[in-house]
């Protein structure tokens, strides 16, 4: 497969699917749908909703129906950018090579911006089409629980509260467990529940994630302190400058590059069951590693 | 009937429900969860839930079946004023008497602690049970719509901008309606749906919300214009120090009061249809009017 025409063609549906979902920039007030679509639309790599809709093909799915979750994964992950790039949090200046929403548009309208993004995931959410074995109080919890106090805010509570402190590497793992990874793992879940997967599809697809998720992170801060600021279209060696907990502060560059290396091992391990059906998982997790790192 | 003693009561109720449904204050990490909790047991008058549980009172349901979306709309309030008491927005240091939660914990901790709220609010709803005529679906719909960027956030940002802005009246009702009236009308609405309410009891019920939602925001636009901050537990006169949007400042005092007796008016007009049922909405709605403005 041609994974770069694949990751084309997968981004394009997205995008016209979050085109679809999202009140047009015009709609009064016309502000916030702006601040909203020049967050949503900045170039996004579309990783979580890709892999959401690639568990879906694993387990015998439709794009279709995995597409209103794949787009509600993707508005929460640009929610948490947006609050996390605030200036009472990370304060960065640059995301994607561009000035942050509140760089844009103000601080105030950035809060509400992220706040309207995570609402409006759960109201695209809610029309998912239910299956034979998971309905909407299943998919609707799975998102809540990930994007919440315990998983995704826990994570970037964890990381606030690290700055400056001495770092753990179980400190460390926590919080990647719970900022990264438990968002990807509800990506690929909620793709599996769109295919009415079986349970044992969707503890297999629950480790991948796991895995993907960790080995993403690490390498995200490996890239942060080897690479150039252009490269990354932020501002790089900026975890270092923040004394913010990184793998590579914590263990080292090399026993970073070859945790990231064994944890997509441990990725790829968990899709077995699934045979060919998961290719595309296969080379997303390939993909993953194969940056520059 | 007692309104004292019923509003007591609901509030206890409510509370308990609340309680239960949020996560412990020592659950890691602890920091949020604290803050979570120390804006939503704030001593919040619980109106949102309490028309939940009137409205489904009124159509002959259950207050059991009603708590879910009471308590999501009163998270979803409590979040609201958390992000709105932030510096970035109106910057205020106290709410109801204690300093705001940004004042407590920080910033970068209130931005989450709201997000976390949001997230936790479609997690509770997500628990409601469905009745014959509104799935799950509609619930969450309801929810996502009135808290999203069309509505409550749609006032939000017109409050923003309308600050040291000339104040047109349709401007300020455009405000009102979105950033206080929408919220009431669902919650009426979603406390009929949990009682399998008809079309027309739905109908009604949303004429009674907007209505009342109007009366309850001029009220308080007078009240912060007549009123000493001690009284009401926050910075008095803020809005005008500001240059907010207000009644008063649009129309003068006394045309603020006749309004909202109309609306008032206009609010018990709606419930007509209920005959005695709506024995407790009427006396929430004169409840809101008794205030001393």
Same mark, same amino acid.
């Given at each position: ?40 639309? !900045?170039? %996004?790599? $579309? ?6 809709? /690639?568990?879906? @093909? #694993?387990? +015998?799915?439709? *794009? ?81 629980? !990930?994007? %919440?106090? $315990? ?6 509570? /964890?990381?606030? @509260? #690290?700055? +400056?402190?001495? *770092? ?81 502060? !914590?263990? %080292? ?12 091992r441990e990725a790829h391990d968990a899709l077995s069951a699934f045979g060919g059906k998961a290719e595309r998982l296969h080379a997303l997790a390939n ?7």
């Open positions: 497969m041609d994974l770069k025409q694949y990751l084309a063609r997968r981004q394009k549906q997205i995008e016209r699917a979050l085109d679809r979902f999202l009140p047009r920039a015009s709609a009064k007030p016309a502000t916030i749908h702006k601040a909203m679509r020049y967050s949503l639309f !900045a170039g %996004g790599k $579309r990783l979580r909703p890709i892999l959401c809709l /690639a568990a879906a @093909e #694993a387990c +015998g799915g439709e *794009i279709e129906a995995a597409l209103p979750s794949a787009c509600a994964m993707e508005c929460i992950h640009t929610y948490s950018l947006i609050h996390d790039d605030l200036p009472s949090m990370d304060n960065d200046d640059f995301r994607r090579g561009r000035p942050t929403c509140h760089k844009v548009f103000g601080d105030g309208i950035a809060v509400l911006a992220g706040d309207a993004l995570l609402t409006t995931a759960f109201e695209i959410a809610a029309s998912t089409q239910p299956t034979r074995r998971y309905d909407l109080k299943q998919i609707i919890g799975e998102i809540a629980v !990930a994007a %919440g106090s $315990r998983k995704l805010i826990a994570g970037q509570v /964890a990381d606030l @509260e #690290a700055e +400056g402190q001495p *770092i753990t590497r179980s400190g460390l793992r926590y919080i990647h467990e719970n900022k990264t990874a438990a968002m990807l793992i509800a990506s690929v879940r909620l793709g599996a529940m769109s295919a009415n997967a079986t349970a044992k599809q969707l503890e297999a697809l629950s480790a991948f994630g796991a895995a993907l998720g960790l080995a993403f992170q690490v390498i995200d801060d490996i890239l942060d302190v080897t690479q150039t600021s252009e490269k990354l279209g932020k501002s790089a060696g900026k975890d270092l400058t923040a004394q913010k907990a990184t793998y590579p502060a !914590a263990i %080292g560059l090399e026993k970073s590059r070859r945790e990231a290396q064994r944890l997509t993909h993953l590693l194969d940056r520059d790192y």
